[in-house]
């Protein structure tokens, strides 16, 4: 057989909460905005599923600028979650994405519990596939960061979320925590329909020539290939604790690490500051599962998924 018939063969198919993706990637909220700015690079197609930047109930300014600072390995970000508001999203940003053959998951934010439901159920008759409940930035200072780092929390707006969403429900979960397997069984309790980790570390900067903080905000979340190793054992931790679907990301650049994760446990995997350098990073690493599983004579990429334990 040549490798073309092989590579014919080949299931990618992953499912993610009855959810069918067509391979396990798909770009990390907030990297990516909400796929019509990467378009003309990337083939939407051709991705697993896109997911949105982090969408509220009403417009958010975001933080004061300077925002974003390059560190070793990686960036720190204090955005603040800016986002235009549900109602541009649902008229602007959903019928782009359904011009494509592609699952939509839509990330969500909040700084109240009230303001996840509202969100959530003005979602409930859009056409989207799958709902990200962003519990977990660290750099919004009301709300968010309260929610996921304590387990009760987590697990009442896990259940307070999942009464009113008309679509499975994905926890994004924050790594600034303990232990990250309490957060991960919390979520699972409040009804998650799957689990995403990790969110960013975080961090800080100091300019030493201004003797001042690199952003604005003093703190900021850490994302990039320095957030990998820890991104990696946390998702290998979730897998093993919980039953439902673990989405991986934290740092992953390419293929390699994609399998690294998914071999960790994850049925499926975002990619997101690789976006910023290299935007073709996603569909990159869409084909180089697919080598790889022809290399290595896998036909399935569910025999990977937690193959190793």
């Not at 799957?194 to 800080?204: C, F, P, Q, Y």
Request: a negative charge; proline letters at 5%.
């Amino acid at each position: 057989m040549n490798t073309d018939q092989k590579q014919c063969n080949i299931n990618m198919e992953v499912e993610i909460a009855g959810v069918k993706l067509k391979n396990p990637v798909m770009e990390a909220s907030g990297t990516f905005g909400s796929g019509e700015e990467y378009s003309e690079f990337v083939d939407l197609n051709r991705l697993g599923a896109v997911v949105t930047k982090g969408v509220a109930s009403v417009p958010w300014p975001g933080n004061p600028t300077p925002r974003i600072a390059e560190t070793y390995g990686g960036m720190i970000n204090a955005i603040g979650l800016q986002n235009p508001g549900i109602d541009v999203f649902t008229a602007r940003d959903i019928p782009f994405l359904k011009q494509y053959d592609t699952k939509i998951v839509v990330n969500v934010c909040g700084k109240t519990t009230e303001d996840y439901i509202d969100v959530v159920e003005r979602l409930g008759d859009q056409p989207v596939d799958l709902l990200e409940i962003n519990i977990s930035c660290p750099n919004v200072k009301e709300g968010g960061i309260a929610f996921g780092q304590d387990p009760k929390a987590v697990e009442a707006i896990t259940k307070a979320v999942k009464a009113h969403a008309k679509q499975p429900i994905i926890m994004k979960l924050s790594p600034n925590v303990t232990d990250i397997t309490v957060m991960a069984r919390a979520a699972e309790e409040g009804g998650a329909d799957a689990i995403s980790l990790i969110n960013t570390l975080t961090g800080m900067k100091i300019d030493v020539n201004r003797r001042t903080f690199a952003l604005a905000n003093k703190t900021g979340g850490l994302s990039g290939p320095a957030i990998k190793p820890v991104a990696v054992r946390m998702v290998y931790q979730v897998a093993q604790t919980v039953k439902v679907p673990v989405i991986g990301m934290g740092g992953i650049c390419n293929a390699e690490d994609a399998l690294e994760f998914i071999l960790a446990g994850a049925t499926a995997v975002s990619i997101g500051t690789a976006n910023f350098h290299n935007p073709y990073a996603t569909v990159e690493t869409v084909d180089g599962i697919r080598d790889y599983m022809v290399k290595n004579g896998i036909q399935d990429i569910r025999e990977l998924i937690g193959a190793v334990r």
